[in-house]
């Protein structure tokens, strides 16, 4: 049976393999491991650290190590990174503990030919714990920002332009901290107020937020295994996307398509809404996806979605009317890096192909639309490049179309300068995560 440490490993070998996002990677290795609470919150709690610091730690082993990074065996760099990580930012454990059970990790990988050298580099930063290993801001700000916050330079650069160097050294400090988990109130079996001191049974406490019906969740485990949530009186669900289906404003009797609807979150924001009356057509790619939204609008009682395949990319003649469409693209991720620290470390080269596909969706998704109709485009990504400026190029190209100005709910600020019909949600403002979303309406 493995230990908390062998899941941390095996989890983090499967990042480099980009077989999965990372909550859906350390969650399977905790269940398969069978961890008990404690334990498991350990595995989390390396897990993630080591993702989001990644860089700071490969600077100080490359600082130790007489052999590069390229050349070290990746299970023993993801080994030497989880004891470093645990020295220099987990003071409940031990130095002596973490130098040891990474030692202990070699043999259980079989790789026992490397314990004197893991040993003797983390024995070597557990003695230089007090050293700053940050290069001189002054004299390389890129340099410095990076490695203090384990951020590419490219996004650094990206987001000095787009948004300015304090703004930019915001986004970067709020990268790391721990997202807050937000649900959503099942309007439609309860309220927020009965939700709330139901919760209270469970030993989890919930909030109200300044966004009607979305509730700041605390002291949650399992949450598939809790029973309000198997009774279908909530969904998690940010508040960055429980603004952006507030701007759609939907309302009871209208026909509304969630073009990228799985896992489906927005869609069952706008039924509830509505008040389960009307229409909602949620499409995604993948069957598999299609079957998350079906299932998930069964636990919460809808009955006005009907969810099937779609490749939203492609044009389709067999196309109805809709008062609001809802075109949530897939983009860069920028915007959720806390979330899915993993994002971060993407190939630049790859998430420069995705505003072509992004606006190709776009206007395919425009033709939904009847004369009158609302056209909401969102992204959970700070990159100007899929966000502002595909909203610019779709009112340019697309005369027929005006923009809907976007009235801030209570509470929420905007970010930056920005035409009144976008809305770029910066987590350091608004404690949501990083999002984008314009309005558009379509002229009779």
Known sequence: MKNSRLVVLSALMCIDLNKSYSNIIINNEIEGAGLNKKDAALASCIFYGVLERRLELDNIISRHSNISLKKIDTSILNILRMGIYQILYMNKIPNSAAVNESVKLTTLVKKRSASSFVNGILRNVE????????PNK??????????????????IKMWDNFYGEDCCEKLLQSMLDTPPVIARVNTLKISADKLIEHLKDYNVFAEKLKLENALLINGIGSIRKLEPFLKGYFHIQDLSSQICCNILDPVEGETVVDVCAAPGGKSFTIAQMMNNKG???????????????????????????????RDASKK?????????????????GLGI???????????????????????NILCNSEKFVKEEGILVYSTCTLNQYENGKIADKFLNEYKNY??????LP???????????????????????????????????
């Not at 630049?348 to 995705?354: D, G, I, T």
């Not at 005006?402 to 009235?407: A, K, L, M, T, V």
Request: hydrophobic fraction near 35%; glycine fraction near 4%.
């Open 316 to 332: 389709d003649n067999n196309l109805f009317k809709a008062d609001k469409v809802l075109c949530d693209v897939p983009c860069s």
């Open 402 to 407: 005006e923009p809907f100005n976007i009235n």
């Open 410 to 444: 209570c509470g929420i600020e905007r970010g930056i300068n920005e035409p009144r019909n976008q809305l770029t949600l910066m987590p350091y403002i608004n404690g949501t995560d990083g999002f984008f979303i314009a309005a558009f309406k379509k002229r009779s």
């Open 279 to 309: 229409k909602i057509l949620s499409f995604d790619l993948h069957k598999s996806k299609v079957e998350l939204v079906s299932s998930g609008a069964k636990r919460l009682e809808i009955s006005i979605i009907n969810s099937s395949v």
């Open 138 to 155: 002054i004299k390389d700000r890129l340099g410095y920002l990076s490695i203090k916050y384990s951020t590419p330079t490219w996004i």
């Open 337 to 359: 890096i806390r979330r899915k620290p993993e994002i971060k470390y993407k190939d630049k080269a790859e998430l420069e192909k995705l505003p072509d596909l992004q606006y």
């Open 127 to 134: 003695r230089n714990a007090d050293e700053s290993y940050l």
